[in-house]
């Protein structure tokens, strides 16, 4: 995939501009201008921008730089729910809209911030009635419904750490999150729905914490007649819980540097690390994107097809948007159901100007035609965000095309659960390249260096790192210091992010993909010692190997190499066996497209598996150096 995608940027580069009635109307009109606002001084830079939100205390200091740990607004005191919420409704726009919320079927809700306020002041009081309180872990594992957001957003007004759980995880996977965080409740729903089919999540939770002696309660949003048991004095009804008590929960006043949420992440090792955000910069930092990545105007429609399970999410549908007091359209569901017209159906309904999702999304929705957006009015649309992985430039230029009408800007934003908010793109003035990401944002200095650090040359690969530090970086790995220090470790002063890219002479930056043992399927970060540790544990596996092949749509699909223990024998009902395996231990996400039975794999000497040789001999192409190869 590399290889191919250096490729085409070696042959001739498409340029393409801005309309100049967009940029005459952006909020940031001229980049360079912008961007070196932030390098002459970058705290008075961020100042600026924290000065526009509520504070109870000032900060005294915006950054204390102790290598490499960051401290953002050090002494500041907030509550993030107070600008996300009670600053909206008290300067007037208790009425305006902050969700558009439907399902595949067509079921509709409006949610006002004034009843937004509402529902998270309730919330946060039944939850500090039921004994949690700030710095208590909450896990939340929900589909996307209004009261996912409410449940979020009632922890981070009492000061509770939530950890969301996409409710695409299995038993195991929620299970380790849950016992990492030592979460004292979970919340979560009977079923979340996809293509028409309810899929039940409450019987995955009841299993995640048998044993758990530290879960004390399990509240249970109940959306289907009947209503799914309770069991128990743990669990309780979502509803009834938040019954009964006060529409104003005062906040918990929080030190800018107190933990806001935990969301686990994939890397090379075989357990997903818990990332750890706090409250002030990552405040500051997603609500400066919302103006300015995203343009964010007051009287925006904004659609991000994400869910909060990913960092998309919490940083661009529930914290950067309402902190930014953005009118939202949420759609719980599969994008082409119940068809291909779905979601452009919803662009036209709810006439959405800014529009943000996944290139895997725009590949599929290439192969099935332009016809079905084409039925459409798309016209309210001005601009158009892509994120979660490279997006190509075919896919690139079918989005600008046939969803854009070649007047919306794309921008292709490239970030991490770790670095919180969006680190590169073309800010809106900025000429456009499709497959590059472009530049850094303001705020950011990105570059591409080799192992020593060093700037690598234009149009070469290397690692792309960070020099400096941002307002909404991870402060933490969960429990995990030493793995935080890594990012910061591998490569001499700079934050290593582990994706491979190349810089062209005008500074664009292409991300190529990842350098690490990260797999990227449809824009989800997959761990390969995770599938391989989940196939390892069937009764019929000895060894496996995983490794991402390209795939036109997905980006990225998973391939196994399995070595089966003695008197096992391969057959299609064991491949069968082990999908079925992977997707009961990790999730559907995880499973292997592709499982091959081998009888060796290729080892160091030490006796690590090169996945690289194995990728290689997949893929046809030449391995590199093989002198550390066992034989
Ligand atoms: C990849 C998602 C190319 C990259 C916000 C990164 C991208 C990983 C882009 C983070 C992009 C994300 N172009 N690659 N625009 N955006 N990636 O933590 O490999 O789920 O390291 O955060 O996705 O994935 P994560």
């Not at 449940?151 to 990492?180: K, N, T």
């Not at 899929?199 to 914490?209: F, N, S, T, W």
């Not at 530290?214 to 128990?232: A, H, N, S, T």
């Not at 500051?284 to 925006?300: A, N, P, R, W």
Request: glycine share 8%.
């Amino acid at each position: 995939m590399a290889e191919e995608r250096l490729d085409h940027l070696l042959q001739k580069e498409t340029v393409i501009y801005p309309p100049k009635e967009f940029v005459e109307r952006a909020n940031v009109k001229d980049y360079e201008a912008e961007y070196k606002r932030f390098l002459d001084n970058p705290e008075k830079f961020w100042a600026e921008v924290a000065e526009k939100l509520f504070w109870y205390e000032k900060w005294e200091k915006v950054l204390e730089w102790n290598y490499p740990y960051a401290k953002w607004f050090v002494g500041g005191k907030t509550n993030i729910t107070v600008n996300a919420l009670d600053r909206h409704v008290k300067n007037g726009k208790r009425n305006k809209v902050a969700f558009f919320w439907e399902d595949e079927l067509g079921n509709k809700k409006v949610v006002t911030y004034g009843e937004l306020y509402r529902l998270v002041n309730r919330f946060a009081n039944a939850l500090r009635a039921a004994g949690i309180k700030k710095g208590d872990r909450v896990v939340i594992y929900m589909p996307l419904v209004i009261e996912q957001i409410v449940a979020m957003l009632a922890c981070a007004r009492i000061g509770a750490v939530h950890s969301v759980v996409y409710a695409g995880f299995s038993v195991p996977a929620l299970r380790h999150r849950i016992e990492d965080a030592e979460a004292k409740m979970v919340i979560t729903a009977d079923v979340t729905i996809r293509r028409g089919r309810a899929i039940p999540l409450k019987r995955i939770v009841d299993e995640a914490i048998l044993d758990l002696p530290f879960v004390e309660q399990v509240v249970v949003l109940r959306r289907l007649e009947p209503k799914v048991d309770l069991i128990g004095e743990k669990e309780v009804d979502f509803y009834e819980f938040m019954d009964g008590h006060l529409d104003y929960c005062e906040p918990e006043v929080m030190d800018s540097e107190d933990p806001l949420f935990i969301l686990y992440t994939s890397g090379s090792t075989g357990k997903p690390k818990g990332v750890l955000h706090t409250t002030g910069g990552y405040m500051v930092g997603t609500y400066y994107s919302m103006k300015t990545v995203f343009d964010l105007k007051e009287d925006d429609i904004y659609w991000c097809t994400a869910d909060p399970g990913w960092i998309t999410g919490h940083s661009y549908i529930v914290y950067g948007p309402l902190v930014a007091g953005a009118t939202q359209v949420i759609a719980e569901g599969a994008p082409n159901y119940p068809d291909y017209g779905r979601w452009w159906r919803i662009i036209e309904e709810y006439g959405v100007n800014i529009f943000y999702t996944a290139p895997t999304a725009i590949r599929m929705f290439m192969r099935a035609g332009e016809e079905w957006p084409n039925k459409y009015d798309l016209s309210s649309l001005r601009l158009l965000g892509s994120v979660g992985e490279p997006i190509n430039p075919e896919a690139w230029l079918w989005y600008y095309r046939v969803i854009g009408k070649e007047k919306c800007p794309i921008v292709d934003t490239w970030w991490q659960t770790e670095t919180g908010s969006v680190m590169i793109t073309t800010i809106d003035g900025l000429p456009m390249k499709p497959g590059k990401a472009g530049k850094p944002v303001p705020g950011v200095i990105a570059d591409v260096v080799d192992k020593e650090g060093n700037p690598i040359e234009p149009n070469k690969g290397g690692f792309l790192v960070i020099r400096n530090p941002w307002p909404t970086m991870m402060r933490t790995i969960w429990k995990n210091p030493e793995r935080y220090e890594q990012y910061w470790n591998t490569i001499p002063n700079c934050y290593t992010a582990g994706d491979v890219a190349v810089k062209d002479k005008d500074g664009y930056i292409m991300i190529l993909g990842r350098a690490d043992d990260v797999i990227n399927v449809s824009g989800h970060r997959i761990g390969t010692m995770e599938v391989e540790s989940a196939l390892v544990s069937h009764p019929a596996v000895a060894e496996a190997a995983v490794i991402g092949k390209p795939d036109p749509v997905k980006g990225e699909t998973i391939k196994a190499f399995v070595i089966l223990k003695e008197g096992y024998s391969a057959s299609d009902k064991l491949v069968e066996d082990l999908k079925y395996h992977v997707r009961m231990e990790l999730g559907a996400l995880a499973v292997p497209s592709e499982i091959e039975f081998v009888d060796k794999l290729p080892k160091t000497r030490s006796g690590k598996i090169m996945r690289r040789v194995l990728k290689a001999k997949e893929l046809g192409i030449d391995p590199g150096d093989l002198s550390t190869l066992e034989d």
